[in-house]
């Protein structure tokens, strides 16, 4: 990963809050599910998010598996599991992907079902926290748990801003959490890949930056996309001020002097990832 250093702060109160309630309900959580994103596998994974929830059985959910490159992330899945985290990726489009969690769940938490067994205990319902940073797909995946709209579900972060619990229709009761960060993005690579994939607001960073890092990301690794999405190929050696130029004469994105409005052709290309229409990529690499 690349280590160069910024100082973003963007920890907004509801986040501060949010983990001072999660160590106040640590008791009653018995696992964990950790979102975050597959496309950003590294970048997504909260830093603290350990010292948190100390010992806690946890499940690494990697959602967006179907909007990642998976021969990347696949390679992520491996080095997680070599860590000991029990690793999910799921499409949370596939009407099974709520199943494969809850069998996961149950298998992982044998042990604690047969301690209740043992006490007579009748009600055996387990009680996850959903955990994760803002956008990672949090809500959709607690819609499919629960088998209905529970979750306000938005692909703008800090959509749920209260700690709720929440039944569902198996064995499981939901503790939903706002999305949390953590209190200073001081690696910019991270900070960088957290708002391409709108993980933190917009306004966070200047925008021709993020734009300029999704494309170099695709001219590095996914050339092909950015010809499929942009009509900009290899003989123009990338440069990023043709590449926008190219875009704004794509998309009509011109002022009345013919000059590029670099803004709306940098919120085309954020928006484009945002909107689902560039997919099959992982910003994070592992070697």
């Not at 959509?159 to 209190?183: C, E, F, H």
Request: charged content about 30%.
């Amino acid at each position: 990963m690349n280590e160069n250093k910024t100082n973003i702060n963007f920890y907004p109160g509801h986040m501060a809050k949010t983990k001072r309630l999660i160590k106040e309900k640590y008791d009653l959580i018995n696992i964990v599910y950790e979102v975050i994103d597959a496309r950003i596998p590294y970048s997504s994974k909260i830093r603290d998010i350990d010292e948190l929830l100390k010992n806690k059985p946890k499940i690494l959910v990697m959602t967006k598996y179907d909007l990642c490159d998976k021969m990347v992330t696949d390679k992520w899945i491996k080095y997680y599991e070599n860590l000991g985290y029990n690793v999910l990726p799921l499409n949370l489009y596939d009407n099974s992907c709520d199943k494969k969690l809850i069998e996961l769940t149950n298998k992982i938490m044998i042990p604690y079902l047969a301690k209740l067994n043992n006490k007579g205990i009748k009600s055996q319902r387990i009680k996850v926290a959903v955990i994760g940073i803002p956008n990672v797909g949090k809500s959709t995946l607690i819609n499919k748990l629960a088998g209905r709209k529970v979750s306000k579900v938005g692909n703008m972060p800090g959509v749920t801003k209260d700690l709720v619990w929440l039944n569902t229709s198996s064995n499981i009761t939901i503790m939903d959490t706002p999305g949390i960060l953590w209190p200073k993005l001081d690696n910019e690579e991270v900070a960088l890949n957290l708002a391409s994939m709108t993980s933190i607001k917009i306004d966070v960073l200047p925008i021709d930056k993020v734009a300029t890092h999704i494309l170099e990301k695709l001219i590095k690794y996914y050339p092909n996309i950015l010809e499929e999405r942009y009509g900009i190929k290899k003989d123009n050696n990338y440069d990023i001020i043709d590449i926008y130029e190219r875009i704004a004469l794509k998309i009509g994105a011109l002022l009345k002097n013919r000059e590029v409005d670099y803004k709306r052709v940098s919120l085309r290309i954020i928006n484009d990832i945002k909107d689902e229409y560039i997919k099959n990529i992982t910003f994070d690499r592992i070697d």
